[in-house]
DNA sequence: CCCTCGCAAACATCTGATGAAATGCCAGCA
DNA sequence: TGCTGGCATTTCATCAGATGTTTGCGAGGG
């Protein structure tokens, strides 16, 4: 185990024990370093590697405090690693999302405020005008299309939910997706059936929501280019 | 934007570009950071981070290799981060992990061979020896639970959906879990709904499947003490 | 009471040096 | 020829010291 993995594995046992606690600011550089028994380069490297992960955060000239350790915050490094992946894994993170978002859709149904479905109405109500765009803005379809999902995994009432579709359906690997999504229309059938998820939702009607939302993102995966559609 | 997240980035382009790929040894730390215009020690804080993230691996005497990207390895570290959230968000973490490994279930009941079939028949007779004795040998118990869950997971054909069950449903997680569940004769329990999983398995009745993961972790989820619990 | 300036604390970064591990090469031997 | 053992090189690991940058805070003046 080399001297950073100690440096991790120390301030996490820290934590675990209650010695930090969410907030709570680090000791100084130096007297950690002395603490841990290594040098100050290799203190840096470890809490460094805890800052990237979302465990601390650091601030120049003041100091080094562990975070909220939201599931937000824990999760989100996340996206940073997925999108290295292979276009050909596609098909397994989407199956992986479907079930995900169709879980959401379905709490969402029953927990969503009068409030919130005015939210989602009022984003879906923004394509009607892109859609008359010729060409289509794609940039701010895009948009639009994330923030509705993202309306509903915020109702779901359930954070560590939320976080684990924001990673796997945020802006970047959403980019991606529609970058391999070629078919004609694609843009008016997602309309349409956002617009089918909307009603489940103001029916506050669970079961439909559910299906309307797989149905969704099965037909996204029938668009993907399969494994064999590759040269 | 400080340097090491520069160099973070940089590593992360060039795997994105093409420049470098799965298994490509990076430029020794001298070359790198004269290419990325940093000095040493900011470049190996960058090249730490990306190794805890599972997206490099360095070999002391030897190189910094890019690994492999698979989703397995690229989602393990969150496992490091999960453990650290408090006990109170423990429900929202097993919900999430209902909704997947009931679709896990689902999908390994269609696919699995016979002989995973009968490693799973295998992993549940060693139960009957375990539950035999008094007082029940807990960590085997745990052990045994890991294992069928994992079998599962492991014959759903989507490495995706199987990496993030471990990391939801790993090793350091169910330790966690069973500390905290207290109720009287829950190994018989849980054994007896693991042998209604399996016989829908062994059935090929995916429907079954689901049914039955899902009131297993149900009930699971219904042994946790609430947030109201706590003093 | 409020604002500004300067000092001290703390992190950010760089540089140079030394240690440890892996690899490759090559001489020596069977 | 083929193998084996050790030596030199390469590369990462770690440390120590020095300097730059940013923040926070309090003294002093208006």
Known sequence: MSRTDEVVDGIRRMILDGRLRPGDRLPVEKDLADTLQVSRGSLRE?????????????????????????????????????????????????SVRRVLETEAAGLAASRMSDAAVAEARA???????????????????IEIDIAFHRVIAAHTGNPVLEALIESFAGRTVRARLWRVLHTEGIEERTHDEHEAIWRALAARDPEAARIRMASHLLGVEDSLPRRNDLP
Do not use: E, K, N, W
């Not at 080094?64 to 915050?73: C, E, H």
């Not at 923004?126 to 765009?133: A, E, H």
């Open 123 to 141: 984003i879906l109500d923004q394509v009607t005008d892109v859609l008359r765009g010729s060409p289509v803005d794609h940039d701010t379809f």
């Open 46 to 94: 470890g809490v460094r590697a805890l800052s990237i992960l979302g465990v601390v955060h650091t601030r120049q000239g003041d100091g080094t405090y562990v975070t909220s350790l939201d599931p937000a915050r824990l999760l989100s490094p996340m996206a940073l690693v997925l999108d290295l992946q292979d276009d050909g894994a596609m098909p397994a993170f989407h």
